[in-house]
């Protein structure tokens, strides 16, 4: 069994419980999850939150697209670089282009400045409530221009994590002019002739699902293995950063030697941390080891892995009361997975008020 020791002290879990309680009264309760969807191109996907709060009749028409499949076999079929790129209101289905089939137009909802990275409807010029289907990405801080024009073009989404590199890729792909309405056609690998499907820059959008529980800052606290008793995991939720971090340690009644080896898995090893972002109850964590520092001290600690490089440490809670912790540690070539519990049952309450059971 790995075994993973705090380093040079004794930790008792009534001190862990202290700590974890007060950065749990100091933690902003956490906000409902927005709902995201996922753009999948050739070029990697573009995820993108819906901004419900400010464009809801807007965000809910492009929902009934995504949910009646209207978006499968879609393309980008316009791409000025610098400006937007396109899509949302041609498909290419055996092999022949057709326009999406639309529902009735939706109210322009302007309230969100066009910046880089913003979702917005497209629309006919002269009739700001034309909206259909068809969607553009802002590459740049269009707002000088587009909020102005035709009513403000009503912003319902802004891409997020690494999307506007693949928004960006898209935009600096080759253009063609196919003739009205493709005189601007970005397309993949075209030498001439007829533009097939594997020259077009497909798009398929997905609403991505929300688990029915999501992580909050009432799981800050310490857990533990009863069957394993004697180490456990601190783990503190950051919601407003998106960001969990663990530190998986083993507590002793007696401090180690003066000496003792701090080698990864030997009994001298006391603690190692994880640092990930989360993803609705779940994260993945890149393991972090670091060397060096003193306690109150100005000494440095320095990380001496790169981010990934020693493993990864997955951490998934099924509810309030208990989560799993599924290891990959490449330095010893240790794998496995350990069900994890509460300590003590403190902040349980706070986790199911931030989650409303």
């Known amino acids: 069994m790995l075994r993973i020791e705090l380093n040079n002290a004794t930790i008792t879990s009534k001190f862990l419980l202290a700590i974890v309680i007060s950065i749990a009264l100091l933690m902003p309760p956490v906000m409902a999850m927005a709902k995201t969807a996922i753009i999948e191109t050739p070029l990697g996907n573009i995820e993108i939150e819906l901004l419900e709060a ?3 009749k807007t965000v809910a028409n492009f929902l009934n697209y995504v949910q009646n ?5 879609t ?3 316009r791409s000025v670089p610098g400006f937007i790129i396109q899509g949302g209101g041609f498909a290419y289905i055996d092999d022949i282009v057709q326009s999406v089939e639309s529902f009735a137009a939706v109210e322009n909802e302007f309230r969100i400045s066009n910046t880089r990275g913003t979702v917005a409807m497209a629309k006919i010029g002269d009739q700001p409530d034309s909206a259909t289907s068809q969607w553009f990405i802002n590459l740049a801080d269009n707002s000088s221009n587009l ?4 009513g403000g073009f009503t912003v319902f989404a802004r891409v997020i994590g690494d999307g ?3 928004a960006d890729a898209i935009s600096q792909l080759q253009i063609v002019n196919a003739g009205s309405p493709f005189t601007a056609l970005p397309v993949i690998n ?3 002739g007829n533009v097939l499907e594997q020259n077009f820059v497909m798009t398929a959008i997905t ?3 929300v688990p029915d529980f999501v992580m909050n800052a009432g799981l800050n606290d310490a857990w533990y293995n009863p069957d394993t008793d004697g180490q456990g995991f601190f783990i503190t939720v950051f919601p407003d950063l998106g960001l969990v971090s663990l530190a998986w340690f083993t507590y002793d009644t007696e401090l180690p030697a003066e000496a003792a080896s701090a080698k990864l898995g030997d009994a001298g090893h006391r603690w190692m941390t994880a640092l990930g972002t989360i993803d609705g109850n779940s994260s993945v964590m890149n393991i972090e080891f670091a060397s060096g520092g003193k306690f109150d001290s100005d000494t440095a600690v320095e990380v001496t892995d790169p981010p990934g490089s020693a493993g990864t440490i997955t951490l998934t809670f099924s509810d309030c009361g208990s989560a799993l912790v599924e290891y990959d540690i490449i330095p010893i070539n240790q794998q496995g ?7 003590a049952a403190d902040n349980v309450a706070l986790c199911e008020a931030l989650t409303g059971e």
């Open 54 to 56: 400010d464009a809801p």
């Open 75 to 77: 393309f980008i079929h």
């Open 190 to 192: 075209f030498s001439g």
């Open 147 to 150: 909020d102005s024009q035709n």
């Open 207 to 209: 609403e991505k699902q």
């Open 164 to 166: 506007m590199a693949v």
């Open 69 to 73: 499949d209207r978006y499968n076999k």
């Open 337 to 343: 997975s350990v069900p994890i519990q509460r300590v």
